[in-house]
């Protein structure tokens, strides 16, 4: 059963770092979907993985980011 993590990405500052977070999740097998907000600089995310892993995955990406409680 997925759940939903919502994470803050502090460094995401325009489009092409939407479409690179994206393309970084959506290579996941245990993301079902996400939904990034390029304004509010979070990404709601859901999944069957942890948040440690969403945030190792988009660390490989280039991208900093936390857990929004």
């Known amino acids: 059963?997925?759940?939903k993590i919502k994470?803050?990405?502090p460094g995401m500052m325009c489009g092409g770092c939407v479409s690179?977070?994206?393309?970084?999740?959506?290579?996941?097998?245990?993301?079902?979907?996400?939904?990034v907000d390029l304004?509010?600089?979070?990404?709601?995310?859901?999944?069957?993985a942890s948040a440690a892993f969403l945030i190792n995955t988009l660390k490989t990406a280039g991208y900093e980011?936390?857990?929004v409680s």
């Open 39 to 48: 304004p509010t600089k979070t990404v709601l995310i859901e999944t069957d």
């Open 1 to 3: 059963m997925s759940n």
């Open 20 to 35: 690179s977070i994206n393309k970084a999740l959506d290579a996941e097998a245990q993301v079902v979907s996400s939904n």
């Open 65 to 67: 980011a936390s857990e």
């Open 7 to 9: 994470l803050s990405v």
